[in-house]
């Protein structure tokens, strides 16, 4: 079963919005439509609790709809977790657990496709106040070999504090990264920027001590996420102006985060 904000080959005239704080979701949670249908407004996906998708079959959340012929017109923005307050007395919380990815874009489709505002096109956001994620996190979309899922506005990727579960095979990470950009194929066409400002960890799971964690023995080190990308997974950057289009990665302080690597471009 999917959770889906638009319509199912059927589009919504003004926004879409859709909320999961409870309950089970194993085919996925869309902003925008299914197979096909444009949202003419904005489209706003919360997950503040329950479970999508399953250890053994996950399921991705989408900012944007699932299939090619389908579009958000203005913003999309996508929240894990919540946000009670404002500047430093802002707390954060989320009890989700989501076996699977996390975009600000679509599945194949394209967003931020109203640009009537002075030429200007609306803006993805994602948003990680809290919750757990057994995947990666991704401003852009989901693209395949023949198809580039397009992001024509800017991108904010913003980590509070939600848990990103880090795996690796043969040395490698799989999970436990966010890119600011698109996986597989298709690009934001806007600015982007990755900004984290708190990483935590998981249960269990032994955090180094200060001292340690200044040393440059790498067995002296553990870390809460495995990477950070300005760009995309195998996926290129390429914005429509080269002079003000860029990548930006902002790591604020050291105390309350830990990565294993950080990059301004992609994997």
């Keep these: 079963a999917q959770l889906v904000g638009g319509g199912n080959a059927a589009g919504v005239t003004g926004a879409a919005a859709v909320?999961?704080?409870?309950?089970?979701?194993?085919?996925?949670?869309?902003?925008?439509?299914?197979?096909?249908?444009?949202?003419?407004?904005?489209a706003l996906v919360t997950v503040t609790g329950g479970t999508v998708g399953a250890n053994a079959a996950h399921a991705n959340i989408h900012g944007g709809g699932y299939g090619q012929q389908t579009?958000?017109?203005?913003?999309?923005?996508?929240?894990?977790?919540?946000?009670?307050?404002?500047?430093?007395?802002?707390?954060?919380?989320?009890?989700?657990?989501?076996?699977?990815?996390?975009?600000?874009?679509?599945a194949l489709g394209t967003v931020n496709t109203d640009h009537s505002n002075g030429g200007t096109y609306n803006k993805t956001s994602v948003n990680l106040y809290g919750g757990t994620i057994d995947g990666n996190v991704y401003g852009g979309g989901l693209g395949d070999?023949?198809?580039?899922?397009l992001v024509y506005g800017d991108v904010d990727v913003f980590q509070y504090g939600a848990i990103l579960i880090a795996r690796y095979s043969q040395g490698l990470p799989s999970s436990g990264m966010i890119f600011g950009c698109n996986n597989v194929n298709g690009t934001p066409k806007g600015h982007v920027r990755v900004g984290v400002y708190k990483t935590t960890e998981t249960t269990g799971q032994q955090r180094s001590n200060a001292e340690n964690r200044k040393t440059n023995n790498e067995s002296d080190?553990?870390?809460?996420?495995?990477?950070v990308f300005g760009g995309g997974n195998q996926a290129a950057y390429i914005p429509d102006n080269l002079t003000t289009g860029s990548t930006e990665v902002f790591i604020n302080g050291c105390d309350d985060v830990s990565i294993h690597s950080v990059y301004g471009g992609g994997n």
């Design 19 to 42: 909320t999961l704080t409870n309950g089970k979701v194993t085919g996925g949670v869309y902003g925008g439509c299914n197979s096909s249908g444009t949202i003419g407004g904005n």
């Design 71 to 106: 579009a958000v017109s203005g913003d999309v923005t996508v929240n894990i977790g919540s946000v009670t307050g404002s500047g430093n007395s802002a707390q954060y919380s989320g009890s989700a657990t989501i076996y699977g990815d996390v975009y600000g874009g679509s």
């Design 221 to 227: 080190h553990t870390y809460e996420m495995a990477a």
């Design 145 to 149: 070999a023949n198809t580039a899922a």
